[in-house]
Each structure stands twice: as C-alpha cells, then as structure tokens.
C-alpha cells in the first residue's frame, strides 16, 4: 500500500457534495448550450427538446461518472476537491464496479435518500457506494479553515437545493395560479371595454368574442389574448339591451371561474 493511501482518510460529506455539484454543473452548462445551438430562440426549461437533451445528459452523465471511477482516474469535480473512488482497501475500483457504482446514481437519486445516507453510514458510503463496494477517500488533510470553509459552503449549497425544490414543487405552483387568475381578471376589463363600444354601436351588448372582435382595434390580435388567458371553449354569454354577463375558465391549472358583467 502507497504512502498516499496510508493517509487517505475517508470525504465529509461536505467534500463529496461539493465533488457532485461541480461535476454536475459542467452538465448543466452543457445542456444549455446543446439547447441554444439548437434553437436560440426556445426556452430554456420547457420545451421537448430540453427533456431530450436531459435524457441524453443523464445517460452521458452515468458513463462519464462510470469512467473517472475506474483505474485510478477522477471526475473533474473530485480532482478539485481533491476525492477519488476506491475499494475497501483503498485501491481503484475495476470497470465493472464502477458501472454498478455510477448506475446506482438513479436509486441514490430518489429524493437524494441514497446520497444522504453517507452522513449516517460509519464509512460515510452512499447507496451507490454499498451496491459497487466502494468509497470516497480524501488525501488532503482534515481540519482547518478549509474543512469550515467547505461546510458552510456545502450547507448553503443543500439550502439553495431546498428552496429551488420548495419553489418548483410548493411555491412556483401557487405563485403561477395566482398570477394567471389576476391577469385573467385583468383581461376581462377589455371584454368590459368592448362590450360599451359595441353597445354605443349597436344598441345591445355583444354575445360572443367573435361580436366583439368585431370592434377591437385589431381583431385578431383580441381573439388571439383571448385564446391565451381563457379557455375559449369556456366562455358563456347573457346579453341584451339593459345588461350583459360574461363567464370563462382561466388557464390556470384548476380551470379558475372568472366572471364580469355590467353595467
């Protein structure tokens, strides 16, 4: 056994979760750029070509981990953290374990319960770790400004996740609703708009949007913010001489009732 696996000492979890975000980030920025080559003007997070180029990244992404965990080589981000692969004595994985390694990412992956597992594990192994057999051994010291340093890094790194997944899954949800339903509401003050104008013009209020297209500055153009804020299919119509009423269904993702009427 070398000198440098004598004073290998096994990664913090700090050190590890670092590793995978750096690794993973040069992933990201991949994916952005794939995107932009093949289309600039499509978004960036909805659109079928992302989930393509996600599945094809994540497929990449396990053969890249298989391979800077065998024979000694090393994945960029543990190269920066100063981390590498080993068996239980300390040597390098083989290919094989390290294919077993890298495809146990997608186990690991659910609800990051498999990553997580390596604060409870006395080796500090991952799920990915138990099923190949392998660890995570650091030959930098332990201690030191350094290790505080990559703590408090790491802990506001696991705070950023938690507030982008409390964002996409409680919070951005809401937001969206409340958002589409007040710009709905606000898209009724036109319909209310219109309707006056096609009152003063013929005596009676109009019955349909295609009627008050028909006295919008650009009708197209009505029907077609219409078709963005509402469910057309939705919209109900009482109209006369003295009064209207007008009902639809938002596009929000409870099909929201909104309503006007006048005058």
């Known amino acids: 056994m070398s000198q440098d696996q004598i004073v290998s ?3 913090e979890f700090s050190e590890r979760a670092l590793a995978f975000a750096a690794d993973s980030a040069l992933f990201a920025g991949l994916w952005v750029l794939i995107l932009r080559v093949l289309d600039p003007g499509l978004p960036v997070l909805l659109n079928e070509k992302g989930s393509a180029v996600i599945i094809f990244l994540a497929a990449l992404f396990v053969v890249y ?8 080589r090393i994945s960029i981000g543990k190269r920066l953290l100063g ?18 390694r890298a495809l146990s990412y997608l186990p690991s992956s659910f609800f990051t319960l498999g990553f997580a597992w390596a604060l409870f594990d006395s080796q500090g192994r991952a ?7 392998s660890c995570v051994l650091s030959d930098r010291p332990a201690g030191g400004l350094r290790a505080h340093a990559l703590r408090f890094a790491a802990c506001t790194l696991v705070l950023a996740l938690a507030l ?48 008050l297209a028909e006295v919008s500055v650009d009708p197209r153009g009505f029907l077609r913010d219409m078709a963005v804020l509402y469910d057309v299919s939705s ?29």
């Open 9 to 11: 000492r096994k990664a």
């Open 65 to 72: 981990q298989a391979f800077f965990s065998c024979d000694g």
């Open 83 to 100: 981390l590498r692969v080993a068996d239980a004595e300390g040597e390098p994985l083989d290919f094989g374990r390290a294919v077993m």
């Open 127 to 133: 799920w990915h770790d138990l099923a190949a057999g």
């Open 164 to 211: 982008a997944a409390g964002w996409n899954g409680i919070w951005e949800p809401r937001y969206l609703k409340l958002m589409t339903v007040a710009h709905a509401q606000a898209g009724l003050v036109e319909v209310q708009v219109l309707q006056a104008a096609y009152h003063q013009r013929n005596g009676r209020y109009a019955s349909s949007l295609y009627a």
């Open 235 to 263: 919209f109900r119509f009482r109209a006369g001489e003295a009064a209207y009423a007008v009902a639809t269904r938002a596009r929000d993702v409870d099909s929201t009732l909104v309503a006007i009427s006048g005058p």
